[in-house]
């Protein structure tokens, strides 16, 4: 079992940055992907990009304003987030794969104001 845990949101205007964190209870070196997920209120959870050691899959709504990254030796995955917008606003969660297992974290809340 591996517990996620993120950190990082908040509430910030349009246009400002925010970098969340996802901190791994164990070596995340040898996960298939890791990756950020988000959904906002009356909507489905949606991709937001996904990272595997070849490489990293924005969706194109965040492409060119968010940036995923990973320091090993500290298990953590990072979002930089730049850029952001009302409708960047959600419960931002953290996910990891590895063989046939799916982890989540508890989510992050991110608030874009206008």
């Known amino acids: 079992q591996v517990q996620l845990v993120e950190s990082g949101g908040g509430l910030v205007q349009a246009g400002g940055s925010l970098r969340l964190s996802c901190v791994a209870s164990r070596s995340i070196v040898n996960f298939n992907t890791m990756g950020w997920y988000r959904q906002a209120p009356g909507k489905q959870r949606e991709l937001v990009v996904v990272?595997?050691?070849?490489?990293?899959s924005y969706a194109d709504s965040v492409k060119g304003r968010f940036t995923i990254s990973r320091d090993n030796a500290k298990r953590t995955v990072y979002l930089q987030m730049n850029s952001l917008k009302p409708e960047d606003t959600a419960v931002y969660y953290c996910?990891?794969?590895?063989?046939?297992?799916?982890?989540w974290g508890q989510g992050t809340q991110v608030t874009v104001s206008s």
């Open positions: 990272s595997t050691k070849y490489a990293d």
């Open positions: 996910n990891g794969r590895v063989l046939d297992n799916d982890y």
